[in-house]
């Protein structure tokens, strides 16, 4: 079960085209005096915030995702080498289970918990931990994982080249067509989950055929939220959302990757083969 699957209530902070994301904010585009595309003081753009409270930057986003990919990293390591046998199944099962949850939970959020986010960060790392372990066992070659980060870094870094390079417009068209392709897959997925529970296999979790083609498709669509992810923190940024929206833009980029990295590892696997 893929459990982390990019489907995010993306926060007005966020949201293109649709004029003003907060009371005093300029149109898109326009920038104040103050800067972060506001025509008010940082504090009194957002009700109740404090006075030290300034717009969120890129290099909010930029930090706050690297911490976010850390957590994981840290607790997928922990997975991987502390986890007896005899909860390997269980911790997974689990990491899957509270990842989803607490993902859904902060999808629907109005306002971002940083705290869920790390506990967010631990679930998908002991998902990832113990899957990429299975995984390497049945290649029987641990080198797979270095290959599929790589890869994922590869991908991630040409995606955002391209987005930028050729200035791509992410139309609303566009944002729903993605948004319900990548709600159809994950509720596919969750099916699957419920029915492995009892016993029956679909094939599209497992390492043949339809695995393969499930797991292309799955990447196919990281990618493409990958864009949904770079444009909407851009209009976060040029709006001038609050600071701490970076935790729901690191929260959201986290998702993807993670999930980008968790089917480019599968293709890898399939197209080796087990020993």
């Known amino acids: 079960m893929q459990s982390s699957n990019p489907v995010l209530n993306r926060s007005s902070a966020f949201a293109p085209g649709h004029g003003q994301a907060y009371p005093g904010a300029?149109?898109?585009g326009q920038q104040s005096p103050y800067g972060g595309g506001s025509g008010m003081p940082p504090q009194q753009q957002y009700?109740?915030?404090?006075?030290s409270s300034r717009?969120?930057?890129?290099?909010?986003?930029?930090?706050?995702?690297?911490?976010?990919?850390?957590?994981?990293?840290?607790?997928?390591?922990?997975?991987?080498w502390m986890v007896p046998v005899e909860l390997v199944k269980p911790a997974f099962l689990?990491?899957?289970?509270?990842?989803?949850?607490?993902?859904?939970?902060?999808?629907?959020?109005?306002?971002?918990?940083?705290?869920?986010?790390?506990?967010y960060?631990?679930?998908?790392?002991?998902?990832?931990?113990?899957?990429?372990?299975?995984?390497?066992?049945w290649v029987g070659d641990s080198a797979i994982i270095v290959q599929a980060v790589l890869a994922t870094m590869v991908t991630a870094g040409l995606t955002l080249a391209t987005y930028k390079y050729f200035a791509i417009k992410v139309t609303p068209k566009f944002t729903k067509m993605v948004i319900i392709g990548t709600a159809g897959f994950a509720g596919v997925l969750l099916v699957n989950l419920v029915l492995s529970l009892f016993g029956i296999s679909t094939g599209i979790s497992g390492m043949g055929p339809m695995g393969l083609l499930f797991a292309a498709l799955g990447a196919g669509l990281a990618v493409f939220n990958l864009i949904l992810d770079f444009d909407m923190i851009e209009q976060g940024v040029r709006q001038g959302a609050p600071q701490n929206e970076a935790w729901r833009a690191a929260f959201g980029l986290t998702?993807?990757?993670?999930?980008?990295?968790?089917?480019?590892?599968?293709?890898?696997?399939i197209l080796r083969g087990g020993d």
Request: no cysteine.
């Open 94 to 119: 689990a990491g899957a289970l509270v990842g989803f949850a607490l993902a859904m939970v902060l999808s629907f959020s109005r306002k971002v918990n940083p705290a869920l986010v790390m506990l």
């Open 47 to 51: 009700p109740g915030a404090p006075a």
């Open 55 to 80: 717009p969120m930057t890129l290099d909010d986003v930029i930090v706050k995702t690297a911490i976010t990919l850390g957590v994981v990293v840290a607790a997928a390591a922990v997975a991987w």
């Open 255 to 269: 998702v993807t990757l993670v999930w980008l990295y968790w089917n480019i590892l599968r293709i890898l696997a």
């Open 26 to 28: 300029a149109p898109y």
């Open 121 to 137: 960060a631990v679930a998908e790392g002991v998902f990832l931990g113990i899957g990429s372990k299975f995984i390497a066992a």
